[in-house]
């Protein structure tokens, strides 16, 4: 075999060696792309620099390139003629002390490592001599930080009240922007914070460690007309008897006339994402989100993913007859809702009649052209979460305008159930009605304190429903880490009680 073949082979092989320890952490990832140092010809492969003390590449020529659905990325630098390698160090700087990759030889120049988005990462490069050139390692590593954090509009300061923070630095209109809070720090909320026609994301600034709000009134509540996006918080709500979150009392949003049902009706859609992300949320006495009874709210996509939330619903809550995600009052509805990888529990006195309740418009009224809302479809999805003494003499669900409609899809996969909607999750969540053919679900267990479990025969109808007690270690504590074997193997529940 001739050089040439023989270098192409060994790229080919995308060879990575470790110093001192191979590559750590469940799904990291690490491939090279070789360098063709000093290639000339078929018979030249090794630089003629010898005998000298090498550099790192300089953080100006490093180059850092997502892939298309933004999981990984590639690193990439220039070639440092005579090198033998690249002695590369890539780290969570929230999670330093274990490092995606640690001291790892690479012999090309470039590298593919996973990507999360709103991370502070930090790469290391340090050049390393070709020994049988009798060159020497670099004197130092190139330290390149790397964020995939979107840009911050502003940072709040640590202990602000944030209702007379924002009244006295109002959120622009327009596109969202981001404000960051300080990880680790303490917030405080003290009334109504309605942000108006603004797009905002509140977040911590750092994941692993986030920011706290209180709201420290009994009409504390967050509010919008614009959208709203809440991300790595810890939200204590208990003070307060209003709702977590609002659609605008005052809409702060021009509406488009819908004449329906000989009627004429203001429609306000909010297009921008009303998301909770990767929170814990506790102390909720009330709605978790609502419509103000303002008629009529529509909001394109509700995102609940990756929380822990703590409901205390009193047995005064005037959430008691309505739902924890509201809009009926108001006669709109949510076109795509979501709940995924989260924890709703409920410890209060007060037992809410539904977890999610619209009003009565549906998609014959919203496509209409003339609205310029376009819908022709909705969703109603809950996968991986776990539900416990929620809505347990409930209904679950109700969605006057959308239920059993051709146009709207409702998705059941992978949940847990425990003391919810005496009267049958799978039935309550179709709203009563039979063989929905564009419903799915797998995988769910709808059990009840006495150990039995709901027949959902007519409405989950796959077969796959798990009638095994999950086992949950210490729920009187808000520990639902389960043991039961079935539940683990197919990855049931919210994915943080997974043993």
Known sequence: MNKKHNYLKNCQSARVW????????????????????????DERFVSDVTGATLASPSAETITVTPSADGKTQTISWPVVKGAGGYLVNFIDEGNPAEPIVKDSLVDGCSVTVKREEDMNYLLTIKTMGRKDANNQDASSATEMKISTFTPTYKTIPAGSDLKAWFEANPAPAGENHNFDLEGGAEYTLSGLLDFGASSVTLRSNNKAVPAKIIFTDNSSELSTSGGLVLKYLNIDCSASSQAFISLSRNPAIAPVIVNAWSADYNFYRVKDNISVLSCQITGVNSYFIWDNQVSCWFADNVLVDNCLVHLTTPSNSKALSGGYFWTNKGAGFFRNLTVSNSTFYNTGEGDVKYFVQYGGFGNDQVKDPDTQFGWTENTITYQNCTFYHVCASGQWGN?????????????????????????????????????????????????????????????????????????????ANADFTISNPTHINRKCGDPRWLP
């Open 18 to 41: 470790t110093k001192g320890m191979m590559l750590a952490g469940a799904g990291a990832l690490l491939m090279t792309a070789c360098a063709v140092d000093g290639y000339d010809d």
């Open 399 to 475: 969605y006057n305008g959308v239920a059993g409609k051709k146009t709207s899809y409702w998705n059941l996969k992978n949940c847990i159930f425990y003391d919810c909607s005496s009267s049958g999750v799978a039935r309550r969540f179709l709203a009563g009605k039979q063989n929905q053919p564009t419903a799915t679900f797998e995988n769910n267990t709808y059990m009840h304190p006495d150990g039995t479990f709901d027949n959902p025969s007519n409405y989950d109808t796959s077969g796959t429903n798990i009638d095994e007690d999950p086992g949950f270690r210490d729920p």
